[in-house]
């Protein structure tokens, strides 16, 4: 979005036909919408703001809930938004601090000071990009504990703030930026501030861990098996005593925690049992594999293979278990006879450790039949191996 469609949104006319719009469905109803608004009159500049705020507001409900209806976005700035979920943990974690008094900066459309704000504490958002801080000020417009500037991090004077948040924007418009030092604000000075102050730092998970300072807690997020967010947490703001954490975040709103001082070292290769255990991703960025293992009296299916096996059905909300119905040669004219032979026409295809395209893979197998079952491609002990389960 830019300037001029901003510009037509905010406006009563533009606000009111946006609210009035339903909710996006498809493209054809954005054929259909169109015909409709022009005949009545708007301008073709307002009815292609308002539509595309329209789409932006449906793609945000999976993050927002309910508040999307009544947020504006930008395409970046919704990508890069953090769940309102998540976002109320990080609050949380201010609040359980003492601070008061947060900075957001870098806030983009304002999620996270919108989480702060609700559970009132006093924030202020400052964002380089002047649309997306005329977005911000929008979204937090109901919270007068809540204001936005237009300036860029580094440039914000800090003095009467009792802790930051930073979400460095990683990309730029021809794409992702992979030199930390080119996100804004950098991430050099992300970390830095912590020698000021209580600082949250909110990174993508597969960022290089050599990275992460020591003396922070790194906490992986995963919200419904998806690891969404990796929190570098200094200061009063990290828990004492832990330095790696993997947070699993239900669709019902509950949550686990998995905590250690530091990674975990492994278990040993064992022999394959009857369950084997996928660990929840977060669990596996936050090296915490070793821990998981110990917990559930298992062992690893091959070395450097993030898979664990046993023979008892132990239920953890840290991994998915399946119980192991045969074990094949990773043979694909073995495995089709095998499939065809017990009806199997919907196949869930996992791989771990082989060079294998699933979906290519799947296309050669021809399913056939009623029958449900998943396939996983993968190492035991070192050898490569077909196995077939079921979700337990």
Known sequence: MDAAELVELLTPEGLRLLDSLPAYESKDDVVKAVAT????????????AVLSQSKLRARAVSKFGPFAERMLFTEAGLEQATR????????GRFRAAGATRIVDLGCGIGADALAMAAIELTVTGVERDEVTAAVASYNLAPWPNASVVHSAAEDFDLAGYDAAWLDPARRSEKGRLRDPHDWSPSL??????????????????GIDRGLIPEDAEAQWVSVDRDVVELGVWFGALARPGIRRSALIIRSDGGSDELTAPGDSPDVEVGTLGRY??????????ARL??????SLGATMVSDDIAWLTADAAIDTPFATRFEVIERMPLDEKHIRRELSARGIGTLEIKKRGVDIDPAAFRKRLSLRGDGTA???LTRVAGRRVALLARRD
Not at 37 to 48: I, K, N
């Open 374 to 376: 998943t396939l996983v």
């Open 276 to 285: 084997i255990y996928e660990p929840d991703g977060a669990v596996i960025r």
């Open 289 to 294: 594999i070793g821990d998981l293992a110990r």
């Open 84 to 91: 309102l979920g998540v976002a109320a943990r990080h609050a």
């Open 188 to 205: 050099d000075f992300a970390f830095g501030l912590a020698e000021r102050m209580p600082v949250g730092v909110k990174l993508g998970p």
């Open 37 to 48: 608004l022009r005949a009545a009159g708007h301008s073709p500049a307002l009815v292609a």
